[in-house]
């Protein structure tokens, strides 16, 4: 079992930056690839960047260039630096945890993350 908690979030002013963290509790965090999704109010999930356990990584179109995911498997957490924030950036942002072998899947509460002017 593996339990994520999330922190970082917060209110920013366009242009701005925050760094969120997902922290891993109860497992070898370099055993899962972690996925930041983010999910506005009305909105669909939307798949903000993904890090795999070798360190590839991928980001939607909407942040490439703006946000850049990494992970410290020796604390246990990935990141994901926001940057150059817009106020189409608000919304709860949350990761994901997923086993490269047994595909079990664990998910943090998220954070809230607002833009605005």
């Known amino acids: 079992q593996v339990q994520l908690v999330e922190s970082g979030g917060g209110l920013v002013q366009p242009g701005g930056s925050l760094k969120l963290s997902c922290v891993a509790s109860?497992?070898?965090?370099?055993?899962?690839?972690v996925t930041w999704y983010r999910q506005a109010a009305g909105k669909e999930r939307e798949l903000v960047a993904f890090?795999?356990?070798?360190?590839?990584?991928n980001y939607a179109d909407s942040v490439k260039g703006r946000f850049t995911i990494s992970r410290h498997n020796g604390k246990n957490t990935v990141y994901l630096q926001m940057s150059s924030l817009k106020p189409e950036d608000t919304a709860v942002y949350y990761c994901v945890a997923r086993h490269f072998i047994t595909y079990a899947e664990y998910r943090g509460q998220g954070t809230q993350v607002t833009v605005f002017s």
């Open positions: 890090i795999a356990t070798g360190g590839f990584r």
């Open positions: 109860g497992s070898t965090f370099g055993d899962y690839a």
